[in-house]
């Protein structure tokens, strides 16, 4: 019998918590001032001793970033928000039910709002005693996967009452992850109004140094190109985007290979971005704007930059399939 003063404890559940990346909370120059303040800091991202490093950020980047930053989002931005936020939102509403009424699914973002450590302790004020943590990184990198999972541990740190914790591995060559990938694209394909002679896959670069140091981020996106080139059943070129700084980043760059493609007669192209489970504005401004500008410029005739997984049919099947498995003993798909 419990005495009358004790607290109210909900029925035991289980908890999903979808992890991305992050996004300023409004296409303006403060907001995004913010976000790449922290985004920056983390020393997962920015890999430089702290001493060194925060004077640059403070005194050069966060001065001048924010302003060109803010003009790329408010490109993209929708009456939703943050396209980010908004479809990461819509995969965890998908998902809501999948598993039953036991088994809550929510939305966080490693950068800006809704936090980690805020949608956490919600989960476990709605009675979560077991969480699986879900970064939505195909392709595992420290400065991805990783510091999204330090930031949840740092988070049950201070929780006098932690949930117990499952996290989900990187599935870069998981079957259902490569089926997803080729019933989107030969979807999207087909829907075009030219046939493509090159599909480029463009994965988030990253610095050499972190191949060097051990990160299997290069093995997992060439590996993933691979597999998705024999679903297809025709050639995959990769490339790697969104280099930042001076230091050597991934080869080749996503942005001299579609300024070469038209030299090479390949006229026409597809893009598709498997490392990005949602499109953001690395998709939607980097790609799917200057890209198209930097491949017609350079003298190609058609352009498509093919929308990531989203919270589409195949994508949604895709989740329920490899996050059933991380639930195993859990839970049972309803």
Not at 214 to 224: I, S
């Amino acid at each position: 019998m419990k005495p009358d003063d004790h607290p109210s404890i909900p029925p035991r559940k289980i908890g999903v918590l979808l992890i991305n990346l992050g996004t300023p909370d409004a296409p303006e120059p403060p907001a995004v001032k913010r976000y790449l303040a922290e985004f920056l800091s983390d020393p997962r991202v920015i890999e430089i001793p702290r001493l060194a490093w925060q004077p640059i950020l403070r005194g050069v980047i966060l001065r001048t970033r924010p302003k060109k930053s803010a003009e790329a989002y408010a490109q993209v931005w929708s009456e939703d928000g943050s396209p980010l936020a908004a479809i990461t939102k819509a995969q965890a509403e998908a998902l809501q039910g999948a598993w039953g009424g036991g088994v809550l699914v929510d939305w966080a973002m490693r950068y800006g709002r809704p936090a980690i450590a805020e949608r956490l302790q919600a989960l476990k004020d709605a009675g979560c005693e077991r969480v699986l943590l879900a970064p939505l990184y195909p392709q595992y990198c420290a400065a991805t996967t990783a510091t999204a999972n330090d930031n949840a541990f740092a988070a049950l740190a201070d929780m006098r009452w932690q949930p117990a914790v499952r996290t989900l591995p990187p599935y870069h060559d998981d079957p259902a992850y490569i089926d997803a990938l080729r019933r989107s694209i030969e979807a999207d394909v087909a829907a075009l109004d030219f046939a493509p002679d090159l599909i480029l896959a463009s994965f988030h670069g990253m610095p050499q140094r972190t191949l060097e140091l051990g990160d299997p981020y290069h093995c997992h996106c060439q590996k993933t190109a691979r597999l998705l080139s024999d679903a297809l059943g025709r050639e995959v070129r990769i490339a790697f985007q969104s280099r930042f700084g001076r230091a050597k980043w991934l080869e080749p760059a996503t942005d001299a290979v579609l300024a070469a493609l038209p030299g090479e007669g390949m006229k026409r192209v597809a893009v598709v971005t498997p490392g990005f489970s949602a499109d953001c504005v690395e998709t939607l401004e980097e790609i799917a704007i200057r890209g198209r500008e930097t491949f017609l410029g350079a003298g190609g005739t058609d352009f498509a930059c093919l929308p990531c997984l989203n919270a589409s049919a195949p994508g949604i099947e895709m989740l329920r399939s490899i996050l059933s498995r991380e639930l195993a003993g859990w839970a049972d798909p309803a």
